[in-house]
């Protein structure tokens, strides 16, 4: 069963603290991308990576940092420095030809208290 | 740099009632649209897409969009929507091989 996986669900931290959110795909697509979904404000890209050991930053990628050393990996880790980090986060991938949408997975809720 | 405008944020409909959702881009030239849900505890997922051809695309659950580009525009409807159907929903335009997001419209479509 295909698919892209976000664990977990649902993320509590203290504020200072970094955090790192897991996402995991097993479609073969060379793309993955990390937004971000605030009320009213739709889907901020963060980060992409359109190839292993290769990213490039979003829109809003101050505070946040990511990795890419497998194919089926991006981790995005939230970091101190993210001013306002309590969000929900979904991550997608996506073929690289250009006539294909991108696939999301169901996201992580992260509350910092 | 390309941006999206989704012009209603809530819209209230009953069951039965007609569906327009307006999506405007910033940016001409070449570009591919997408139209994506959100159903409530559900993972996004797409709706339509546009990337040439005929202008007037179908999706699923019998939503459909047309793309005018002279107005840049991508607006998605339904002739007549269920309850089912309550959502949030989000335009999207590639630009450089990201995609660019509207705001969402949240629809709430009274039984």
């Known amino acids: 069963d295909g698919g892209i996986t976000q664990s977990p669900k649902y993320l509590f931290r203290k504020e200072g603290q970094n955090v790192t959110l897991s996402c995991e795909q097993n479609?073969?697509?060379?793309?993955m991308y990390w937004y971000r979904q605030d009320p009213g404000q739709g889907l901020r890209l963060i980060y992409y990576?359109?190839?292993?050991?290769?990213?490039q930053k979003g829109d809003i990628a101050e505070g946040y940092s990511v990795s890419r050393e497998k194919k089926e990996s991006f981790p995005l880790t939230v970091t101190s420095a993210q001013k306002n980090p309590t969000a929900f986060y979904l991550c997608?991938?996506?073929?690289?030809?250009?006539?294909?949408?991108?696939?999301f997975g169901p996201g992580t809720r992260l509350t910092v208290l | 740099a390309q941006s999206v405008s989704q012009h209603n944020h809530h819209v209230i409909l009953s069951e039965a009632a007609s569906l327009e959702l307006g999506c405007n881009y910033s940016?001409?030239?070449?570009?591919?649209l997408f139209w994506y849900v959100q159903y409530p505890g559900q993972h996004l997922q797409l709706l339509l897409k546009?990337?040439?051809?005929?202008?007037l695309v179908k999706g699923i659950k019998g939503f459909e969009a047309e793309f005018i580009k002279s107005k840049f525009s991508f607006n998605l409807r339904k002739p007549s929507v269920q309850w089912s159907d309550t959502a949030e929903y989000f335009c999207?335009?590639?630009?450089?091989?990201?995609?660019?997001f509207g705001q969402g419209t949240e629809l709430s479509v009274k039984p």
């Open positions: 997608a991938s996506k073929r690289t030809d250009p006539y294909n949408e991108q696939f």
């Open positions: 479609l073969n697509h060379d793309a």
């Open positions: 990576s359109q190839i292993v050991n290769d990213f």
């Open positions: 940016y001409g030239g070449t570009v591919n």
């Open positions: 546009y990337f040439s051809g005929d202008p």
């Open positions: 999207a335009v590639t630009q450089g091989g990201k995609l660019i």
